[in-house]
């Protein structure tokens, strides 16, 4: 009998180092780096029983099928079309970005800076209540504490009105009780769960990480902020929560809109069946909706990324809570760092994610070392996600300066060159820059071997924090 399970047990093991091995071999295709490549050829032929299973959940570099919808949607890019033709801004040939080669600077728009979530949310609020025709309600995270349920309230009395209401949610980021889910949708919300293992492929390691909410086409919300009491700085832990979001009117959501309903179809296998509305001229902004996914072959967030960088000729700001670049973008500031540009890091004293704040302390020496100013907020956490390159650009969006961001999630930016909004934004930024200390060569020389260890350890995990 013990003979009898040994051959059994011997069959098995064949099977397993075969298919670790097979899938070894597939590893050579889908990682990014040779390092990568190394690192799962060696694990998936040398202990499958672990790495076979990491290798489903953490091994794809692309998300399958996302870019089967584009033909399913011949209809609306031919209404957007028309956006295009009306109101593309030509940027001069020499200020062109990379993005531009797939996406359009839209003239005729509206631009507010958002400086927290009080703000973000009160104005969220207002315009859910003046909604007519339709609501597009994404976000990463929907927590249904006090303001989430204020939020839920709002879009339950629009779907009670006839207002058709979408909301798509990630669904790492949301706890939601039963009772109040079917409370949404008896009011009519249609509620969607985008999830990463859809039709049972195993691509977990994908996320929606982008934060939107656009009503009749007519406004919108983007930027960091998700739905949460901690983003009002109720979380007594965290204390205050600085973050950024933008307010937009204008042509430019009529081609923001796509991203949104895309991302339904894929994860929902449905359309959205409304009359979509294009607005008119609301101000004179030039706006360009750059989104990414991880369905490119090329990591397109990343190199955006690193042309704005190399772009500048005077200063570079950054305010990012996740600051764990990956190796091409580490160099871009490095080089500009040597080229005598002016850049400044912000990073939270206080990190929500305590991995991710070790990891950080690598890069953050790293950076000091070339030149590049790093300072820590004080008050609470700095959640904002915000880039000033001269006096030419401001980003704001959903990115992580991370690996994630660069290449694995869903994310969406709004990228202007209106002088107004980039002063504004300038101000907000020296605001910050009074209530931060800049890291100094004795803050990097007093931390101990101990934490020097924790965080090189935490670093080398940096693809998948």
């Known amino acids: 009998m013990e003979l009898y399970l040994s051959y059994y047990f011997l069959f098995f093991l064949c099977i397993l180092y075969l298919f670790g091995f097979s899938l070894a071999l597939s590893s050579l295709f889908e990682s990014r780096t040779p390092q990568g490549s190394m690192a799962w050829f060696l694990s998936l032929t040398c202990l499958p029983f672990i790495s076979i299973p990491l290798y489903f959940f953490f091994g794809k570099k692309k998300i399958d099928n996302y870019d089967s919808y584009d033909s399913e949607m011949i209809s609306i890019r031919c209404a957007n079309e028309i956006i295009i033709n009306t109101f593309k801004y030509h940027r001069p040939k020499g200020q062109r970005l990379l993005s531009e080669e797939r996406f359009n600077f839209i003239s005729g728009n509206s631009i507010t800076l958002l400086i927290d979530g009080e703000e973000t949310f009160s104005e969220m609020l207002q315009t859910i209540s003046e909604a007519k025709d339709y609501i597009f309600l994404q976000m990463y995270i929907f927590r249904t504490d006090k303001i989430g349920k204020m939020i839920i309230e709002a879009l339950v009395r629009k779907a009670t009105a006839g207002v058709k209401v979408y909301v798509l949610y990630e669904k790492i980021g949301i706890r939601m009780s039963k009772s109040l889910l079917s409370e949404m949708k008896r009011s009519g919300i249609l509620f969607g769960e985008f999830s990463p293992t859809r039709f049972n492929k195993f691509q977990f390691n994908f996320r929606n990480h982008r934060k939107q909410l656009i009503v009749d086409g007519k406004v919108g919300f983007f930027g960091g902020i998700n739905i949460g009491d901690d983003y009002l700085g109720k979380y007594s832990h965290i204390g205050y929560w600085r973050d950024s979001n933008v307010k937009i009117k204008g042509p430019v959501l009529g081609l923001a809109q796509l991203d949104f309903i895309k991302d339904w179809k ?77 850049i400044r890091i912000i990073i939270p004293k206080n990190n929500d994610n305590e991995l991710v704040a070790l990891a950080m302390d690598v890069h953050s020496e790293r950076l000091f070392n070339s030149g590049v100013k790093i300072f820590k907020y004080k008050p609470g956490m700095m959640h904002q996600k915000v880039i000033l390159i001269d006096d030419d650009l401001a980003i704001i969006g959903s990115s992580n300066f991370d690996f994630r961001s660069m290449y694995l999630n869903f994310e969406n930016s709004i990228i202007t060159d209106d002088q107004y909004f980039i002063k504004e934004l300038e101000f907000s930024f020296r605001n910050d820059f009074m209530v931060c200390y800049e890291l100094t060569e004795e803050y990097f020389g007093s931390l101990s071997k101990y934490h020097r260890l924790k965080s090189y350890l935490i670093n080398s995990l940096a693809p998948v924090l």
């Open 266 to 342: 894929f994860s929902q296998s449905e359309a959205i069946e409304i009359q979509l509305h294009v607005s008119g001229q609301s101000g004179d902004s030039n706006i360009l909706h750059f989104s990414t996914s991880p369905d490119e072959e090329r990591p397109i967030n990343l190199l955006q990324h690193i042309e704005l960088i190399h772009k500048a000729k005077k200063r570079i700001w950054i305010a990012n809570p996740y600051v764990i670049p990956p190796q091409g973008l580490l160099d871009a500031l490095y080089i500009s760092s040597m080229r005598g540009i002016d």
